[in-house]
């Protein structure tokens, strides 16, 4: 059995970056549910096989290696239109956030690996699923970019700057690869997830105060959001960035 209550199949198919747990898993999860096949990547070649396990080895395939590798970014490609002939949607979930200080004192090399992992790589899977499918066949692009991207984010700026880069590498996207490819982006606050950990782990409810919805976000909520926008539903949105925060910007204004 598995974790998720199949549907028929839909005839689409995603590839999902860092979808071995996390926000990456949440949307594989809503995807196998409405019907798609999935493609999922990570770095753990442990960790993907339990998550197709769990997702359904008849619907999922993982390719393990790191977001930045070329030659993993044409494999991971190239192995989805083997199993499944075609790769409607790209989701650029995978994403580090490796430093927690001021950029002051950021390392730059950090700042470079941050960018590679998060921006970069996004690219290069763009630019592989538009020239081996999507060019001719047309599809989606979801972006999992962050609030830190939209706002400053103390302590975690390279990862912040990086999401505002792929913000923008979203505007690029729709604008260049339209009327084929729509690409947007998600825009999640914190999610319950072991990245995220560190800003709630102890004090979740704390955390979890300052949002006028009364929690924080779970993998499905992001679920749910990409599944929208790789669905007819949104067939005439493109360009654009979700927020999807528990209402946390709320809290901004003066007063």
């Known amino acids: 059995m598995t974790s998720v209550e199949l549907s ?5 198919v995603a590839l999902i970056t860092g979808g071995s747990r996390g926000i990456g898993y949440g949307i594989a999860e809503a995807l196998v549910a409405r019907g798609d096949r999935v493609c999922i990547t990570g770095r753990n070649e442990d960790a993907l096989k ?6 359904g080895a008849d619907r999922v395939i993982g390719v393990a290696g790191k977001a930045h590798d070329e030659a993993h970014q044409a494999q991971a490609v190239e192995r989805t239109m083997e199993a499944f ?3 409607d949607f790209l989701v650029n979930n995978a994403g580090t956030n490796p430093v927690f200080g001021p950029i002051a ?5 950090v700042a470079r690996k941050v960018f590679e992992t998060n921006v970069v790589s996004a690219l290069g ?8 499918w999507q060019k001719d066949n047309g599809g989606a692009i979801v972006n999992i970019a962050s609030v830190a991207g939209v706002s400053a984010s103390p302590f975690i700026g390279a990862y912040g700057i990086s999401k505002a880069a792929m913000i923008n590498l979203t505007l690029q996207l729709a604008h260049e690869f339209s009327p084929k490819v729509r690409a947007n982006t998600i825009a999640p606050a914190v999610v319950k997830t ?3 950990q560190a800003l709630y782990e102890g004090r979740e409810a704390e955390a979890a105060s300052a949002y006028p919805l009364g929690r924080l976000g ?7 959001a990409a599944a929208f926008l790789t ?3 949104s067939d005439w949105i493109t360009g654009q960035t979700l927020v999807v925060d528990g209402g946390i910007f709320l809290n901004a204004g003066v007063g």
């Open 85 to 87: 002939g075609r790769v």
């Open 218 to 224: 779970v993998p499905a909520d992001i679920g749910g």
């Open 231 to 233: 669905s007819e539903q």
């Open 50 to 55: 339990e998550a197709v396990d769990q997702l």
């Open 125 to 132: 899977f763009a630019q592989r699923t538009w020239h081996a």
């Open 105 to 109: 004192d950021l390392d730059l090399n």
């Open 8 to 12: 028929e199949l839909s005839g689409k």
């Open 194 to 196: 072991k990245f995220a």
